[in-house]
Nanobody
Framework: QVQLVESGGGLVQAGGSLRLSCAASGRTFSNYAMGWFRQAPGKEREFVAAINWRGINTYYATSVKGRFTTSRDNAKNTVYLQMNSLKPEDTAVYYC?????????????????WGQGTQVTVSS
């Protein structure tokens, strides 16, 4: 079992930045690939970013590429999502997720554990 707790969400103006953190506890964190997803009201949960177990390979949705960066610190059992140049359409609840595999995936169904989510609101 892996427990995930996100933090760092909030209200920011368009063009601003936020850094989300996701702290993991339980099983060996470095055995898991990690993903970030988001869900806006009335929409399905969608892929944002992912990172493999060693943190060398990262992947991004087209909509955030060049603006968001994910990283991980296995010594701290934490994964991060740095979000720059935020837009109103980035407003959503952001979730981190753990996949019991060294390699990440963009599909919601491929992740085994989820955090409770943190709200990000970008005002225009």
């Amino acid at each position: 079992q892996v427990q995930l707790v996100e933090s760092g969400g909030g209200l920011v103006q368009a063009g601003g930045s936020l850094r989300l953190s996701c702290a993991a506890s339980g099983r060996t964190f470095s055995n898991y690939a990690m993903g970030w997803f988001r869900q806006a009201p009335g929409k399905e949960r969608e892929f944002v970013a992912a990172i493999n177990w060693r943190g060398i390979n990262t992947y991004y949705a087209t909509s955030v590429k060049g603006r968001f960066t994910t990283s991980r610190d296995n010594a701290k059992n934490t994964v991060y999502l740095q979000m720059n140049s935020l837009k109103p359409e980035d407003t959503a609840v952001y979730y981190c997720a753990a996949r019991n595999n060294y390699y990440s995936d963009s599909r919601v169904t491929e992740y085994d554990y989820w955090g409770q989510g943190t709200q990000v609101t970008v005002s225009s």
